[in-house]
């Protein structure tokens, strides 16, 4: 089993940046590929960025291309999303998730995080 509790988000101004962070507990989270999916309202869930286990392999969605970036610290059993330059698209509830093998698909990914709101005024 894998626990991820997730923190960060909130409501920010358009242009402006939030880091979400997703700490984990239970099994090697070292093991784990580590995902980060949003879902917005009216919309499905969708990845917008993946990361292997040792960090090696990065994904992203090409709406979050150049602006986001996920990264892990296996130390602390934790994942982090960096978001930058932010737009009210990407107003959504944003996600971890953790699974050995899964990376893009959401329905792959055993293990999840809670939630967190992000709103994007403009």
């Known amino acids: 089993q894998v626990q991820l509790v997730q923190s960060g988000g909130g409501l920010v101004q358009a242009g402006g940046s939030l880091r979400l962070s997703c700490a984990a507990s239970g099994r090697t989270f070292s093991k784990f590929n580590m995902g980060w999916f949003r879902q917005g309202p009216g919309k499905e869930r969708e990845c917008v960025a993946a990361i292997n286990w040792s960090g090696a392999r990065i994904s992203y969605a090409d709406s979050v291309k150049g602006r986001f970036t996920i990264f892990r610290d296996n130390a602390k059993k934790a994942s982090y999303l960096q978001m930058n330059s932010l737009k009210p698209e990407d107003t959504a509830v944003y996600y971890c998730?953790?699974?050995?093998?899964?990376?893009?698909?959401?329905?792959?990914?055993?293990?999840w995080g809670q939630g967190t709101h992000v709103t994007v005024s403009s």
């Open positions: 998730a953790a699974d050995q093998t899964a990376w893009s698909n959401r329905y792959d990914y055993d293990y």
